[in-house]
């Protein structure tokens, strides 16, 4: 394993062509501060411009929790102080400062939806607020036995505003939304996988391998397919059916095209597994 990039709150390994992405807190249950979450944009902005070979990215908490939230501190008036949450990276959108400056935060998520590669979360322990909010804004969710899941935000007087409000609602409907985020509801593992918060559950002992196993599965399929495929089924939940089926179709047109089509056909032919440069 490759060590790609160390920050003070994240570390970036590379295995071939997956990326695993370490929030690196342990002692707090990697819980969100404003550092980390400028040090995920800052991230997150770089992989877009030079994802550096990754072609699935497994995002996991060191330690005994994925994370259990946002560190308290953040409630602090240091918080709102120079060097703080208005020092996050990006132009201000909005008139509204305090809208900007939200705006501005969740962009540390979003890359991980957006992205030209896979995005998985490995979830262990606690996924609680803005932890399960960053699960949430990735592709696929494996989740370990025993932990627990919540949008806690109520019991702060605040409400999701990481994206969670958006992306909960497309994986178990809005009713069911509704009722976690109302009532600060944490649930186990079980209950996340049966009403599709999650697409695998696995043994405790189990979840790096699981997610590695998973994450290299994808990283071997054609990236041009797996670009296009990403942003046509984020159409789906987003768009009317006669834009999301252009959408796949400019996707599919790219992929016809394309080197990696070629090769397909060429390895199938020759009986070998084929070899993806994502051109």
Known sequence: MQMVLETTTLRLDREGPVGWLRLNRPAKLNSFTVAMWREMAELGASLLEDPQ??????????????SSGIDTSVFSADAFASGGL???PGPSTHEDPSVDMILRTQAAYTWLETAPFATIAAVRGYAFGAGLQLALAC????????SQLGLLEFKYGIMPDLGG????????????AKEMVFTAAK???EEAYRIGLVEQLVGEGELEAAAGQLATRIAAQPPLAVQ?????IHAA??????EGLRIEAEGQSRCLGSQDAREAIAAFVEGREPVYQGR
């Not at 592709?139 to 025993?146: C, E, K, N, T």
């Not at 409000?165 to 497309?170: A, E, G, K, N, V």
């Not at 296009?228 to 046509?232: E, I, L, P, V």
């Not at 939940?237 to 006669?242: A, F, I, K, N």
């Open 187 to 189: 649930i186990d593992a």
């Open 86 to 88: 208005n020092s996050m």
């Open 237 to 242: 939940s987003e768009l009317p059916v006669h």
């Open 53 to 66: 070979g990754i072609r699935a990215l497994v995002v996991i908490g060191e330690g005994r929790a994925f």
């Open 139 to 146: 592709d696929i969710r494996v989740v370990a036995s025993g």
């Open 165 to 176: 409000t958006q992306r909960l609602p497309r994986l178990v409907g809005p009713g069911k």
């Open 228 to 232: 296009g495929a990403k942003r046509a």
